[in-house]
Structure formats: C-alpha cells, structure tokens
Nanobody, 118 residues
C-alpha cells in the first residue's frame, strides 16, 4: 500500500521560505512520477511542480524561479523548496505519486497547509 506523508507547512511572512517534505512508503520515488499540487480556498487544485522518474522537472509559471522540487532517493522523500513566498501561495499543498504498469496508479497525501501572511 502506497502512503504519502507531507510535512513542513506552516505560517511564514511574505518573502520567506519553507521546505515541504513528502515521505513515501510502499513505492520507490525513483520509479514514480512525483508532483506537488496545491489548493487555495475556493479554488481548484493546481499543479505546482513535478519530477518524473527520470529526473525531469516542470513548474507552474506562477512559481518558476521561486520553487524547486527535488528528491532524496535514500530517504524515499520528495521536497519542495519554496522561496520568496507570496500571500497568493497560501494553500494546502498535496504530494502526488503516479506510476503505470498495465494501469495508471495515482496516490495522494493528506496535505500540509502553507499560510503566507504578515
């Protein structure tokens, strides 16, 4: 059973930084496509950043140059380093793991709240 546990959220002032972690179990992140999504109040869930099993990354235009996705294979953990945070980055951030064999399998963490406010 695949489980994803996010951590690292909290309250930060505008311009500050946070690092989110997503610890995976039941499936290696090396062999999975990993992604961070977020959902702000009253808005749809949106893709923030992703990393393929091959290590390629992609980012939403709104976070390019500020956020960085990375992984630690030894810890089976994916990170989202968030710098220069803005109030509009306030949201619940979710970790996503996806892989395919004959079927496409997708799993979600429960999310971690990031609040950017002075």
């Amino acid at each position: 059973q695949v489980q994803l546990v996010e951590s690292g959220g909290g309250l930060v002032q505008p311009g500050g930084s946070l690092r989110l972690s997503c610890a995976a179990s039941g499936r290696s992140v090396i062999f999975s496509d990993m992604a961070w999504y977020r959902q702000a109040p009253g808005k749809e869930r949106e893709l923030v950043a992703g990393m393929t099993s091959g290590g390629n990354t992609n980012y939403a235009d709104s976070v390019k140059g500020r956020f960085t996705v990375s992984r630690d294979n030894t810890k089976n953990t994916v990170y989202l380093q968030m710098n220069s945070l803005k109030p509009e980055d306030t949201a619940v951030y979710y970790c996503n793991l996806r892989y395919s064999t004959f079927y496409v399998y997708q799993y979600w963490g429960k999310g971690t709240l990031v609040t950017v406010s002075s």
